[in-house]
Nanobody, 125 residues
Framework: QLPLVASGGALVEPGASLRLTCSASGSTLDPSTIGWFRQVPGKEREGVACITANGDLKQYTYAVKGRFTVSRDNAKNSLYLQMDSLKPEDSGLYYC??????????????????WGQGTQVTVSS
């Protein structure tokens, strides 16, 4: 299983929008729940959003509800995270990963791996 490749991160000002993309480079998306996670220095990696294999269920951590939207296009082997009204506390290194074991309510629990390189999002004025 190859790690997914995340891209689209950038330095933006508060209130801006970004769209992250996650691709299954050289392979196809696993028919499983896929999630977005982020990590900041000194803190554990936290779940941000997740989406089931057919896209019928989407979950978000409370801090991003109403501002972030997760979607997937299985035909394009891609996953997306639309981030609107960004805040400084949204900053971090964002990862995407397949086979998320728990995607329910406010609980987005990661699998053991494999983790890709991630993409950096920095929200600052």
């Amino acid at each position: 299983q190859l790690p997914l490749v995340a891209s689209g991160g950038a330095l933006v000002e508060p209130g801006a929008s970004l769209r992250l993309t996650c691709s299954a480079s050289g392979s196809t998306l696993d028919p499983s729940t896929i999630g977005w996670f982020r990590q900041v220095p000194g803190k554990e990696r936290e779940g941000v959003a997740c989406i089931t294999a057919n896209g019928d269920l989407k979950q978000y951590t409370y801090a991003v509800k109403g501002r972030f939207t997760v979607s997937r296009d299985n035909a394009k082997n891609s996953l997306y995270l639309q981030m609107d009204s960004l805040k400084p506390e949204d900053s971090g290194l964002y990862y995407c990963i397949e086979r998320v074991p728990i995607c329910a309510g406010n609980i987005i629990f990661p699998p053991g791996g494999p983790w890709g390189q991630g993409t950096q999002v920095t929200v600052s004025s």
